[in-house]
């Protein structure tokens, strides 16, 4: 029987990106159905006392910058530490994550595509006109975009962040295994020896 992972994540997280194909890899090695869930990032820290990155302390900014350098090498990834577009309202391209899950094209892709045109090609994915270039790169129908733009994909959006919270997520990415959170991408040995060994999940109780 499969088993399942719960993905939070925003599209303009650098660490969901830096460890996106990690995960997928171990997903795939485990024969694991995920369970994507973009979520707005300023909404779920505001609920759970995070702090968007302008707010943190200048000591918290500048390490930030020196882990992203030792994982870029870690991970063998060449990415940009300032892309261009960046800071912006990703909310439009997690939204067309949502759509495109909705009508049953493949996710990954289009995640992997979006992550990389933030981090790698610096593109604007908060342009819709980009977004739709994107769609016609991966043989999507352009239709996605007005979908990611409606009422129902955006309250599907909303719901994230309050099942983000339910779950005990606070930030991007988040893997939740039968209820057992791995926050951030350098979990990932962790979510995959708990795998491996296919252990009951820890709890805060315990």
Known sequence: MSRSVDYFFSVVSPWAFIGHAAFIAVAR?????????????????????????????????????????????????????????????????????????????????????????????????????????????LGLPAALLEAASSESVGALYDANRARAVEADVFGSPAYVLDGEVFWGQDRIDLLDAALSRNRAPFTPAA
């Open 29 to 137: 090695r485990h024969g694991l159905t995920l369970r994507y869930h973009p979520v707005q990032l300023g909404g779920l820290f505001a609920e759970t006392g995070g702090l968007p990155l302008p707010k943190r302390h200048p000591a918290r900014q500048r390490y930030r910058l020196i882990e992203l350098q030792r994982w870029r090498e870690a991970r063998g990834l060449e990415f940009h530490l300032h892309p261009a577009h960046w800071p912006f309202d990703g909310a439009l391209a997690d939204r067309l994550v949502l759509a495109t899950a909705q009508a049953g094209h493949d996710v990954d892709a289009l995640v992997s595509r979006l992550m990389a045109g933030v981090w790698q090609r610096q593109e604007n994915i908060a342009d819709p006109a980009q977004l739709a270039v994107i769609l016609a790169e």
